[in-house]
C-alpha cells in the first residue's frame, strides 16, 4: 500500500507522465502549493509502470526532480530531468516555437517605431522567428544524432587536423552574429571519427546563443566523447560583430580561443606540431 505521501507524489508523476513537454516543467517545478507533499526531506522510488522514477520532497512540500532544467522546454541540452526518468527529450517541435516567436518580432517592430503591417513588414515577423530559429538549431542536435555511428576502429595513432572549419554562431549578450573558423585536431587511440562529423560537431554547438570561449571546449569535449582520443585540440577564430557593427566598432579585430586536452595540453611537442599545421598555408 502507498502511505499518503507516495500517493500524493503519485498523483503529480501522472501529471507529469500525462503532461504534454511544453506543460510538465510548470506540472513539476511549483513546489509553492500549499496542498503539495508535506513538509520533509526524502527520497522516495516509484515504480510507474516501467519508468523508475527518483523524487526529492522538500522542506517547503514542493517536489523536486534533481537537476530539473528550467529551460527543458526549449530543448536545452544535458537535460538531467529527462534523463533521470529516462523519457526522450522531447522539445516542441521547431514550428511550435514559431507563433510565440513571430509576435515578438511584430512587437519588436512596433517598438522600433515602424509599422508592422505596411507591405514590406507583413511578413518579417515569421521570416525573423524562421531565421532565428535556423541560428539555433543546434539545440535540437545531439552528439549521438549527429555521428550517426561514424566512429571507426582503426589502429592509428598519428594527428588527424581539420582545419578552417567555417562556423556562425550567435553572441549571447548582443544577439548579433559572431563568425570564423574552427580547427580540431585530435589524437586517435584506436577509435577515428568520420571527417564531416569534425564538422557537424561544429554545427551543434555554434548554432546557439554562444561565447566563443565555451564554443571551443564544447567541441573539444565532444570530440573527446567520441573517440576517447589521446588528446584534442581546438582553436577558434572569430569575427565579433557586436564589437564591429556596434560598440568599440573594431573592424579588424579578431579573438582567438583555445582549448587543448590531454597530450595537447601535457605534451608542448604535440601542442606544437598541432599549431604548426593549423597555421600553415
Ligand atoms: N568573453 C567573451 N565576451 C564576449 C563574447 N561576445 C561578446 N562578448 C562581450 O560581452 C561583453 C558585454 O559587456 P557589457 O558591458 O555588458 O555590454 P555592452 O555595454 O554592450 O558592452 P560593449 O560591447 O563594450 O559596448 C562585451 O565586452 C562583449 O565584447 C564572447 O564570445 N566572449
Known amino acids: 500500500m502507498l502511505n499518503s505521501i507516495e500517493t500524493g507524489i503519485m498523483k503529480q508523476m501522472n501529471e507529469v507522465i500525462n503532461a504534454t513537454d511544453a506543460s510538465y516543467a510548470n ?14 526531506d526524502q527520497l522516495i522510488s516509484l515504480n510507474n509502470n516501467k519508468d523508475t522514477i527518483h523524487l526529492t ?3 517547503q512540500g514542493g517536489i523536486h526532480f534533481k537537476n530539473l532544467c528550467k529551460t527543458c522546454q526549449f530543448g536545452h541540452e544535458n537535460c538531467t530531468f529527462h534523463h533521470d526518468l529516462e523519457l526522450d527529450h522531447k522539445p516542441p517541435t521547431r514550428e511550435a516555437l514559431l507563433p510565440d516567436m513571430a509576435r515578438s518580432y511584430r512587437l519588436l517592430l512596433g517598438g522600433l517605431g515602424e509599422n508592422p503591417d505596411r507591405q514590406g513588414l507583413i511578413k518579417t515577423p515569421e521570416r525573423a522567428a524562421k531565421a532565428m530559429l535556423f541560428f ?13 555511428g561514424a566512429v571507426f576502429d582503426e ?39 568520420g571527417l564531416s562529423k569534425l564538422a557537424r560537431i561544429v554545427e551543434i554547438f555554434s548554432r546557439r546563443l554562444q561565447v566563443q570561449e565555451r564554443l571551443t571546449k564544447q567541441i573539444a569535449v565532444a570530440v573527446t566523447q567520441a573517440v576517447q582520443p589521446a588528446g584534442v585540440a581546438v582553436v577558434v577564430e572569430g569575427v565579433h560583430m557586436c564589437m564591429v557593427m556596434r560598440g568599440v ?22 601542442r606544437e606540431e598541432f599549431l604548426n599545421l593549423v597555421n600553415s598555408k
Open 27 to 40: 506540472a513539476v517545478y511549483d513546489d509553492t502549493q500549499e496542498n503539495s507533499i508535506p513538509h520533509q
Open 57 to 59: 520532497t522538500t522542506k
Open 136 to 148: 539555433t538549431k543546434g539545440y535540437d542536435q545531439s552528439l549521438e544524432d549527429v555521428l550517426n
Open 155 to 193: 589502429d592509428h595513432d598519428e594527428m588527424v587536423v581539420v582545419k578552417d572549419i567555417e562556423m556562425f554562431s550567435m553572441c549571447e549578450h548582443h544577439l548579433v552574429p559572431f563568425y570564423g573558423k574552427v580547427s580540431i585536431g585530435y589524437l586517435p587511440c584506436n577509435k577515428i571519427l
Open 249 to 270: 566598432q573594431k573592424i579588424n579585430s579578431k579573438t582567438v580561443t583555445s582549448t587543448m586536452l590531454g597530450v595537447f595540453r601535457d605534451d608542448p611537442k604535440t
